[in-house]
């Protein structure tokens, strides 16, 4: 599978987002097999890709990349405050499921650590997400519920404040049929 899934309409939409916030960092979780790493790399920004399991990693690292074998819920909030604003979350991350580990998903986590080190108003992209649009198309849910805009309401007021932030859904969409929610700012 390619970068965002077989999904070149995302990768349209992240290089639309990256250009018009002026995006200098670019923070990815789950980063799987690296295909979408490349592809965000390829934007010649520093990019941190942080998995939980690293072993799934194929091909080259590009020398903008560095990879960060964590669990991106708790290795986040150390690593905000190093950043160089403004950021650009592609949130990906998948809970590991194991006879060790309950799956959680580090969504929440994620969003929360966003929410307390914002110097300059982040972009976040969540990848299988809740489309109402295309209620087929596949979306996540695991301990926390399903990957719903509810969901990440408050979340996401923490982060931009009421009202100080917009979003949209992928409309378009070639590879596996799966949902994405885009959040931004208000200029």
Known sequence: M???NDDHHIGIEVARLLAK???QTIVETGALRGETTRALAGFGLPVYTIDIEL???????PDNVKRICADSGTYLPGLIPHLWPPVFYYLDAHP???PARSGHSPLLDELAAIGRHTSRLPVIVIH???NPLHPDWGFDTHDIGPYTF???RQPL??????GNFE???NQLMAGVACGVIFIEPLL
């Not at 072993?55 to 690292?61: L, M, S, V, Y």
């Not at 007021?157 to 009421?162: D, K, L, Q, T």
Request: hydrophobic share 40%; aromatic share 22%; glycine share 16%.
């Open 2 to 4: 390619g970068a965002f």
């Open 55 to 61: 072993g799934h990693w194929q091909g080259p690292i």
């Open 167 to 169: 979003w949209h859904y």
């Open 157 to 162: 007021e923490r982060i931009y404040g009421r």
């Open 128 to 130: 299988d997400f809740f």
């Open 150 to 152: 509810e969901l990440i």
């Open 21 to 23: 916030h002026g995006s």
């Open 96 to 98: 590991l499921v194991t």
